[in-house]
């Protein structure tokens, strides 16, 4: 078992134990303008994957990366995201066992009842559920195709926030010189 796997089976072991998770997820103070003010797609994603913030040019990315969207009902329900994330099987595997992690930790009944209705919804993530694995999916590439700008393959990076009780980053960026570095810079002029 990797270190994730040993983490995880521990927290389920002392599972009554668990603290509950009941407050309001808040972003720091100025984590906004700072969102606002990066050149790259970014955004501010909570325990149960809500966008609680995000800069334009990741909305352009994804219509679904604005604040108030559950970006796991996104993934696993909107035809659109299907589209958009060419590496969607890797995607979905990644999330999901990002999301047992987070559920291991502390018991949170708005969790468990985004789990319950994804079970019911969609088949794949409760394939996924079942195969029980622990673990975000590591940085990387991910491989989208934009209905305005075609293919991309972005660096992906998860930051998690300091004091924020859970709360992380996710930046999309372009390697220079490649294919899609003006292919980014074009969706940051709109498109």
């Given at each position: 078992?990797?270190?994730?796997?040993?983490?995880?089976l521990?927290?389920?072991?002392?599972?009554?134990?668990?603290?509950?998770?009941?407050?309001?997820?808040?972003?720091?103070?100025?984590?906004?303008?700072?969102?606002?003010?990066?050149?790259?797609?970014a955004?501010?994603?909570?325990?149960?994957?809500?966008?609680?913030?995000?800069?334009?040019?990741?909305?352009?990315?994804?219509p679904?990366?604005?604040?108030?969207?559950?970006?796991?009902?996104?993934?696993?329900?909107?035809?659109?995201?299907?589209?958009?994330?060419?590496?969607?099987?890797?995607?979905?595997?990644?999330?999901?066992?990002?999301?047992?992690?987070?559920?291991?930790?502390?018991?949170?009944p708005?969790?468990?009842?985004?789990?319950?209705?994804?079970?019911?919804?969609?088949?794949?993530?409760?394939?996924?559920?079942?195969?029980?694995?622990?673990?975000?999916?590591?940085?990387?590439?991910?491989?989208?195709?934009?209905?305005?700008?075609?293919?991309?393959?972005?660096?992906?990076?998860?930051?998690?926030?300091?004091?924020?009780?859970?709360?992380?980053?996710?930046?999309?960026?372009?390697?220079?010189?490649?294919?899609?570095?003006?292919?980014?810079?074009?969706?940051?002029?709109?498109?």
């Amino acid at each position: 078992m990797d270190d994730a796997a040993t983490t995880h089976l521990h927290e389920l072991a002392r599972a009554d134990d668990r603290p509950g998770h009941v407050d309001a997820e808040r972003i720091p103070h100025g984590v906004d303008t700072l969102v606002d003010q990066l050149g790259v797609p970014a955004l501010v994603v909570g325990r149960c994957l809500d966008c609680l913030a995000s800069n334009a040019l990741a909305r352009a990315l994804s219509p679904n990366f604005a604040p108030g969207r559950n970006l796991l009902r996104q993934l696993f329900l909107d035809p659109a995201e299907r589209q958009l994330h060419v590496d969607w099987d890797d995607a979905t595997a990644g999330v999901v066992g990002g999301l047992r992690q987070v559920a291991a930790a502390e018991a949170d009944p708005r969790l468990d009842a985004i789990v319950d209705e994804l079970r019911s919804q969609s088949e794949r993530f409760g394939t996924l559920w079942d195969r029980a694995d622990v673990g975000y999916r590591p940085a990387g590439t991910s491989h989208m195709h934009h209905p305005q700008v075609g293919e991309l393959h972005l660096m992906r990076n998860r930051f998690l926030i300091p004091d924020s009780g859970g709360l992380h980053l996710q930046i999309y960026h372009a390697m220079p010189g490649t294919d899609s570095a003006p292919k980014l810079a074009a969706l940051k002029l709109g498109g």
